[in-house]
C-alpha cells in the first residue's frame, strides 16, 4: 500500500497569516463520505496537531440525518446511521487527540448543537437563515452544495424538496466559516475540509456584510495525497 501525506492548501494570504498563527483548527468531518474514515480522522487530528496549539473536529449534528431520510430511510433509521457513523469518527478524534497530548478530548470533538451555546453561532446561524431567505446568490450557493452533497448519483439533480430538507445542514456549518475564532475563544482559527468551500468563497465578497468572514478566520482544504 502506498505511503500517503497530507496536502493543505490555502486560497489567500491573508489565510496564510492565520495558518502560520498556528493557533486554532477546526477539522470538518462528513458522516457521508468515505475520505473521513476513522483512520483518516486520526491522519488530520495528528498532522494538525503539530502545527495548531488547538485542533478541533467539527462533527455533523442531527441536521445530517435528512439526507437519508431525502433517499427514503424512515426516520429513525436515518438518525441511527448518523448517530453511528459520527460515533465512529468521535472515537477517532478522540484518540488522537488524546495521543496528541489533549487533556480532555471531548471538549475539542464538537457537534453542531454544542457550538449553539454560543451567542455568537446562535447570532449567525440566524442571519444565514436570513440570507437564505433573501439574497439569491446565497441561496443558489447553498442549493448548489447541497445537490452536489445528495444527489444520488453524479451530476443528478436531486428533487426540490429534497434541497430545502438539507440546507439546514450547510447553514448550521456557516457561522464556522465566518466567525469560528470567537465562537471557539480564540484570535485566530482555521476551518479545514477535504473539498473547496463555496459558500466561504462567495462570503468573503461581502454580499451579506454581516457573514463576511471575520479578521483571523481562514478556510483551507486539507487532504491525503500519495506519497
Keep these: 500500500m502506498n505511503a500517503r501525506g497530507i496536502e493543505f492548501r490555502v486560497s489567500s494570504p491573508a489565510a496564510r497569516k492565520v495558518v502560520e498563527a498556528g493557533e486554532a483548527i477546526v477539522l470538518g468531518v462528513s458522516p457521508f463520505n468515505g475520505f473521513y474514515r476513522p483512520s483518516t480522522v486520526e491522519s488530520l487530528v495528528d498532522w494538525s496537531a503539530e502545527r495548531f496549539r488547538h485542533v478541533y473536529v467539527l462533527l455533523a449534528g442531527p441536521e445530517a440525518a435528512q439526507r437519508f431520510v431525502s433517499r427514503g430511510l424512515p426516520p429513525r433509521r436515518a438518525v441511527n446511521k448518523v448517530k453511528t457513523a459520527v460515533h465512529q469518527q468521535r472515537r477517532a478524534a478522540c484518540r488522537a487527540l488524546l495521543a496528541a497530548g489533549c487533556s480532555d478530548p471531548n471538549a475539542y470533538a ?118
Design 110 to 227: 464538537l457537534v453542531w448543537s454544542r457550538l449553539a451555546v454560543s451567542p455568537r453561532y446562535r447570532e449567525l446561524r440566524a442571519a444565514a437563515a436570513h440570507a437564505y431567505d433573501t439574497v439569491p446568490s446565497v441561496r443558489d450557493t447553498v442549493r448548489s452544495m447541497v445537490s452536489e452533497a445528495v444527489a444520488p448519483t453524479p451530476g443528478a439533480l436531486p428533487p426540490p424538496e429534497a434541497i430545502e430538507a438539507n440546507a439546514p445542514y450547510v447553514l448550521a456549518e456557516t457561522p464556522i466559516l465566518v466567525d469560528a475564532p470567537r465562537i471557539l475563544g480564540h484570535e485566530y482559527a482555521v476551518f479545514a475540509y477535504h473539498k473547496p468551500m463555496p459558500l466561504h468563497e462567495l462570503l468573503a465578497t461581502g454580499v451579506v456584510p454581516e457573514l463576511t468572514p471575520r479578521p483571523g478566520q481562514a478556510c483551507a482544504r486539507l487532504t491525503l495525497r500519495e506519497l
